[in-house]
């Protein structure tokens, strides 16, 4: 007799296909039915017959009842102790089945469905044909070869399920995060939504539905492609109009970004300012701009008409529009 192990039970479980426990369940749960089924047919019978034919005879001076073809019927206290009978009997046979059945699985365990410690290694399935498995306290170089692969196969396996449990782990938590950044953020559009009577506007009113936000998103949307093209015709005009600039005086240069600033404009007004005075009218001025010395030409040189409109020309340039 050998008692069953865990080894034992895997082993009988994985060659035929259900565990041995099971199929004493199943031989003791049809037993049971068939006690089942005896109790009905026994009360059956027992409720068929006579009640003179069972022993039971009418108190005297009483009639007992028939039914319409005659047969007497028995009375309530006989029915009673009729189903006190039947439960008595049932309740023996299956105290006599438990018991017996009891020591049928004891039996069969660890006689017929079981095998012995010392010999489930030595088991061999069909399909265990070609698998080592290795002894505990054994290393890679002791194994053989097919079962190296096996081991390195085993770990990658074993590094690939780590890293996809940090990875559900991780976007589990990222997914928690967006949710409760989501939460706070509708709590925060509920909370600062502008209201029918109210004309305060806060950074979230686009979020909450206010109407005046969502009309000025919508108007600036509609113009992102007329200021673009506006923009784009201004640039080769805006470059003509400074490269005529430089072409005037070439020791004249933009500020950062093509632009002139105020001051590099103020001073070449005044240079051209004092040229001007100083070729047309022959006056000496300073560094300040003041006339030096009361003497000067009064007679100084004389311009061509066409000189003097280009000057007048690149003046207008120099005021621009308006």
């Known amino acids: 007799m050998t008692a069953p192990t865990a080894a034992s039970n895997a082993l009988l479980t994985e060659q035929l296909g259900w565990t041995p426990l099971s199929l004493i369940d199943d031989v003791i749960n049809s037993v049971n039915e068939l006690l089942y089924t005896s109790v009905e047919s026994v009360e059956s019978f027992v409720l068929s017959q006579s009640p003179d034919v069972l022993g039971f005879t009418p108190a005297p001076g009483t009639i007992p009842d028939t039914d319409g073809d005659g047969n007497v019927l028995f009375s309530q206290s006989e029915e009673d102790e009729l189903q006190r009978g039947i439960h008595q009997l049932e309740t023996l046979l299956e105290t006599a089945v438990d018991r017996n059945f009891d020591g049928f699985e004891l039996f069969v365990l660890r006689n017929i469905l079981v095998v012995k410690e010392e010999l489930v290694r030595w088991v061999q399935l069909s399909h265990h044909k070609g698998i080592y498995f290795p002894v505990p306290n054994t290393t890679e170089k002791d194994l053989p070869l097919p079962a190296v692969e096996v081991q390195l196969r085993l770990r990658t396996l074993r590094q690939k399920l780590l890293s996809s449990h940090n990875l559900n782990q991780a976007m589990q938590r990222e997914s928690a995060a967006n949710e409760l950044t989501i939460s706070r953020l509708k709590d925060l559009v509920t909370s600062t939504s502008t209201s029918t009577h109210s004309s305060d506007i806060t950074p979230y009113s686009l979020l909450a539905g206010s109407k005046s936000t969502k009309d000025a998103a919508e108007f600036t949307t509609s113009q992102l492609g007329l200021i673009r093209s506006m923009v784009a015709d201004l640039k080769p005009k805006y470059a003509a109009l400074f490269s005529n600039f430089d072409d005037l005086d070439g020791t004249h240069s933009m500020s950062e970004g093509g632009r002139y600033s105020d001051d590099e404009r103020k001073q070449y007004i005044e ?51 308006g």
Do not use: C, H, W
Not at 271 to 279: D, I, L, N, P
Not at 289 to 301: C, N, R
């Open 271 to 321: 240079k051209m300012t004092r040229k001007y005075m100083e070729v047309t009218s022959g006056m000496r001025l300073n560094s300040r701009g003041e006339v030096v010395g009361g003497d000067f030409a009064s007679e100084g040189a004389r311009k061509s008409s066409e000189e003097v409109q280009r000057l007048g020309e690149i003046m207008a340039k120099i005021k621009g529009p």
